[in-house]
C-alpha cells in the first residue's frame, strides 16, 4: 500500500471523523441517498432488501450494522412489522431520528452474541470500518447457522463522471490541466472487492448488479453530493469551496449545452450464506 492510499485509508475509517462530522447527522449521506431519484432504471434499494428476508421467520431478528439514517430500518417496519429490528452505528447523531431500538456500537466488536439474529444488513458501510476481515467475521459470528447477511456497496467504476467532474473543477482551481483525485469512499469494499471480502465466512455470495444512468438537467443535485463529502475536505489536496464552485459552473455550462449532465452507476447487493 503507498502512503497516499495508507492516508486515504485512514481517512475513510477515522472513526472521529466519521462520527464527528462526516455523519454527526443524517444531512451529507441524504444528500448522496436522493441522487439516485433520477437514476434510470429505479431500484427500489429498502424494497429489495426487504425482499431478501421474505424467508426471516416472523418474530425474526434482524440487526442493520452501520445503519446510518435508519432508511432500511425504516422501511422494514413498514414491510415487515413482524420482525425484531436493531440498529446499530458509531455515529451517535446519526441515530437520532432512526425509528425503534438503536444502540452506539463498533462492527468489530457488536453487542450481540453468537448466533443470536436471523439475519444482519451492512449496507454501504463495509468500507468505513478499519479490519475489513473482523467484521465480516463478527457478522458472520453474530448471525444463525441458517440466517443470512447482506451487504453492498459501489463498483469502483461507479460514478466515473463526477471524479472526471472533480478533476477538471480541481484542475482549473489549482491551474493545472487535471486536478487531484477526490477521495473514493467504497474502494475498500468495492463491489469487484466485495466478494472475496465475504468469501471467507460465507460459502454462498450472490452478487446482484444495480447498473443504471443519473440524468439531471439541474446541476444543484449533483452538487449535494459532491460537497457531501465536506468531511474528507482535507484529503482532496484542493481547495475544497473554491472547486464545487467551479464545478457547479461547469456543470452549467454543460447543461446549457446538451440539455443535460449523466452520470454512469454501478451498484450491487451481496447476499451471503453458510
Given amino acids: 500500500m503507498t502512503e497516499l492510499s495508507a492516508?486515504?485509508?485512514?481517512?475513510?475509517?477515522?472513526?472521529?471523523r466519521l462520527a464527528g462530522s462526516a455523519y454527526s447527522s443524517g444531512r451529507d449521506l441524504a444528500a448522496r441517498q436522493s441522487l439516485y431519484q433520477w437514476q434510470t432504471p429505479r431500484y427500489d434499494l429498502p424494497g429489495i432488501v426487504a425482499e431478501k428476508l421474505s424467508g426471516v421467520r416472523k418474530r425474526g431478528r434482524v440487526v442493520?450494522?452501520?445503519c446510518g439514517n435508519g432508511k432500511f430500518i425504516q422501511r422494514l417496519r413498514e414491510d415487515r412489522p413482524d420482525l425484531a429490528l436493531l440498529g446499530l452505528d458509531i455515529a451517535p447523531?446519526?441515530?437520532?431520528?432512526?425509528?425503534?431500538l438503536v444502540a452506539v456500537a463498533d462492527a468489530t466488536r457488536l453487542p450481540l452474541t453468537a448466533g443470536s439474529v436471523d439475519a444482519a444488513l451492512a449496507l454501504h458501510m463495509l468500507y468505513h470500518v478499519p479490519d475489513i476481515p473482523l467484521a465480516v467475521r463478527e457478522l458472520s459470528r453474530v448471525v444463525s447457522r441458517d440466517g443470512l447477511v447482506i451487504a453492498s456497496t459501489n463498483s469502483d467504476r461507479d460514478?466515473?463522471?463526477?471524479?472526471?467532474?472533480?478533476?477538471?473543477?480541481a484542475g482549473d482551481v489549482l491551474?493545472?490541466?487535471?486536478?487531484?483525485?477526490?477521495i473514493s469512499l467504497s474502494a475498500r469494499f468495492s463491489l469487484e472487492k466485495a466478494s472475496a471480502?465475504?468469501?471467507?465466512?460465507?460459502?454462498?455470495?450472490?452478487?446482484m448488479e444495480l447498473p443504471g444512468t443519473i440524468t439531471v438537467d439541474d446541476p444543484e443535485?449533483?452538487?449535494?453530493?459532491?460537497?457531501?463529502?465536506?468531511?474528507?475536505?482535507?484529503?482532496?489536496?484542493?481547495?475544497?469551496?473554491?472547486?464545487i464552485e467551479r464545478a457547479r459552473t461547469i456543470l452549467v455550462e454543460h447543461i446549457d449545452q446538451h440539455r443535460v449532465f449523466e452520470i454512469t452507476c454501478l451498484g450491487g447487493v451481496l447476499v451471503c450464506r453458510r
Fill in 7 to 16: 492516508a486515504y485509508a485512514a481517512a475513510v475509517t477515522d472513526r472521529s
Fill in 221 to 243: 443535485p449533483v452538487i449535494a453530493h459532491m460537497a457531501s463529502y465536506r468531511a474528507w475536505a482535507d484529503q482532496h489536496d484542493v481547495p475544497f469551496d473554491a472547486t
Fill in 197 to 207: 471480502f465475504l468469501g471467507e465466512e460465507f460459502g454462498r455470495v450472490e452478487t
Fill in 159 to 169: 460514478k466515473a463522471e463526477l471524479d472526471d467532474l472533480w478533476r477538471r473543477a
Fill in 64 to 66: 442493520d450494522v452501520g
Fill in 93 to 100: 447523531g446519526i441515530l437520532a431520528d432512526v425509528p425503534g
Fill in 175 to 182: 491551474g493545472i490541466g487535471r486536478g487531484p483525485a477526490r
